[in-house]
C-alpha cells in the first residue's frame, strides 16, 4: 500500500446490527420466465457485502460474503454454479472490487477466496477466480483447507485470517461436514456459520460432531458480540416447522436469513430433547435431519 493509503480502523467498537431487513430474490412460479438478477448484491456496510444467487441458476440460492479489509478482500464461497454465462460471480466480485477500490485507492490489493465446507453448492464458482490476478483460492478440501487454518495440527485452535486490520476468527465446526468452518468478524459482528446453522434442513452426517460445534459455537459467542448469525440458505417457510420441499425454485413466505445465538442455545435444547438416537426432528426456525 502507498504512503498516501488511508488506513480504515476496523478495530473500533462492533457496529450495531442493522440492514438486514431484506426482501431476497426468492425465485418465480416460472424459472423460465424469471426476471431476477442472477445475482442479488447487499450492501450490509461500506466494506461488506451479502450475495444470493438466484434460485432459476440453481433452487440451493446460496449465500456468499464479500468482505473488505485494508489489504485485501476475502470471498466466502462461491455458489452453485460454475458457468460465468449463467452465474457471473467474478464479473459481480471484480465490479465490487474496482468501486471499493475507486473509493478507497491502493496499490496491490488482493483477493482471497475461502469457504464454508466443501460441498458443490458452495465451490462450484472457483474456476471463474484460478486465473484471476493477485487471488489466493483455498480449496475447500481437507487436505488444502486444514493446514491453512492450522487445524491440521490444532482441531480446536482458533485461527485468525487478516485481511489488513480486519481480522477474521476461524473455527473448525465438523459435523454437517467433515471440513466445515465458521468465521466470526468483530467489524459487523457477523457469525458465519455456512449450513452449520441456518433457517433449514441441518443436515447432520456426524451427530456427536454437530453437538459438540454447538457447544462449541455457543462458548465461543459468550465471549464475543455477535450481531446476527449468518447461514448460506433459507430453507424453511413463515410457517413455524414447515420447509420448502427440496429443489423449490419459488419460495415467496421465507423467514429472514440472519439469526441469533439464542438459537444456537434452541438447536443445543432440540439435540438434547432428540438424545443420542439421532432422528429426524422439526422445530420452528429449523429441521434436524440426520444423515445415515
Sequence with gaps: MGARTCLIDFTGEVPGPHGLEVRWIHGSPSAKHNTDPDIQVHAYDEHTFILRQNMAIDYE?????????NARAVLIDTGATASPEFFPLRQVVDELIDSW???HPRHGYQLLVLHTHPHGDHIAGDGQF?????????????????PYFGFADHPDAVAQIDLGGRVLEC??????HEAAVTFYDAWTGFLLTGDTVYPGRLYITDWQAFSRTIDCLIDFC???????????????????GVDYPIRTVYQPDEPPLQMTTGHLRDIREALKQVGDQPSHRAFPLFILCPEA
Design 61 to 69: 440460492a446460496p449465500f456468499l460474503f464479500l468482505l473488505f479489509g
Design 101 to 103: 477500490l475507486v473509493r
Design 130 to 146: 484460478t486465473d484471476r490476478p493477485d487471488t489466493t483460492v483455498i480449496s475447500a478440501e481437507p487436505a488444502t483447507a486444514w
Design 171 to 176: 473455527l473448525a465446526t465438523p459435523g454437517h
Design 222 to 240: 459468550d465471549l464475543r458480540t455477535v450481531t446476527h448469525v449468518l447461514g448460506c440458505h433459507i430453507e424453511m417457510t413463515g410457517q413455524p
